[in-house]
């Protein structure tokens, strides 16, 4: 099951900065964070991951709270193409299985 | 990064026939391969975790039976949807694991197999 609360949808004006937040109170210790988004009938592409560090990457970056019970990722420069459903996940590394949530859908406006 | 594909991307049939999909790992070798399906406005579900040399293990309420899993190398899985219906139309994504920038790994997703059943 999924261990993740995202809102429905967000929308974020063309340039700006996306925050797109997610809740994981339950989240163990060896749990990292994963941020995917999927664009339509495409398969979900990966953007970010991490464990209680901040990350950050050509895509993305990701802020984790120190009590690591919730995470936002921030796209700083939202582009019309970043409009897609943006899933975050909580996993233990090393191959098991990811369990989706509902995810955000992010809409770019002009 | 690393890439997975699927064959075939999009997929027609007849209630009651037979459909094999197709998941290759292009540039890595994947013990482990899962499977989700996707209906319209909805999330991933994930069906089953397929093993290289061993059977796959399915989620709960998923029919093993119906949802043929053959892991049959390192590069490749493969999903057998049997005796189709209706109801099993949907898009079927399966994913591998890899190493993301050369730290702890991640999933890598196919592209999708959008599958209609008439």
């Known amino acids: 099951d999924a261990k993740t609360t995202q809102p429905t949808s967000m929308d974020c004006a063309e340039g700006r900065a996306a925050n797109l937040p997610c809740n994981h109170s339950t989240i163990s210790g060896n749990e990292y964070v994963y941020w995917y988004r999927q664009i339509h009938s495409q398969g979900p592409q990966y953007i970010i991951h991490?464990?209680?560090n901040n990350e950050t990457n050509e895509m993305a970056s990701l802020i984790i709270t120190e009590d690591r019970k919730s995470s936002t990722l921030i796209l700083p420069h939202a582009t019309l193409r970043d409009t897609a459903v943006y899933y975050c996940?909580?996993?233990?590394?090393?191959?098991?299985?990811?369990?989706f949530g509902t995810g955000t859908s992010l809409t770019v406006i002009p | 990064g690393a890439v997975v594909s699927q064959h075939p991307s999009r997929v027609i049939c007849k209630s009651g026939t037979s459909v094999k999909i197709e998941c290759r790992s292009l540039?890595?070798?994947?013990?482990?391969m899962f499977w989700y399906r996707q209906f319209p406005k909805q999330s991933l579900m994930l069906m089953a975790t397929?093993?290289?040399?061993?059977?796959?293990?399915?989620e709960q309420g998923v029919e093993k039976d119906k949802f043929l899993i053959n892991h049959a190398s390192l590069t490749l899985s493969t999903l057998t949807v049997t005796s189709a219906h209706p109801e099993d139309s949907s898009f079927y994504i399966c994913?591998?694991?890899?190493?993301?920038?050369?730290?702890?790994?991640?999933?890598?997703f196919g592209p999708g197999t959008r599958l209609t059943v008439l």
């Open positions: 991490g464990l209680k």
């Open positions: 996940i909580v996993r233990v590394a090393a191959g098991n299985q990811f369990y």
């Open positions: 994913s591998a694991p890899g190493l993301a920038g050369g730290r702890t790994d991640t999933q890598y």
């Open positions: 540039d890595f070798q994947a013990t482990t």
């Open positions: 397929s093993n290289e040399g061993s059977k796959a293990t399915y």
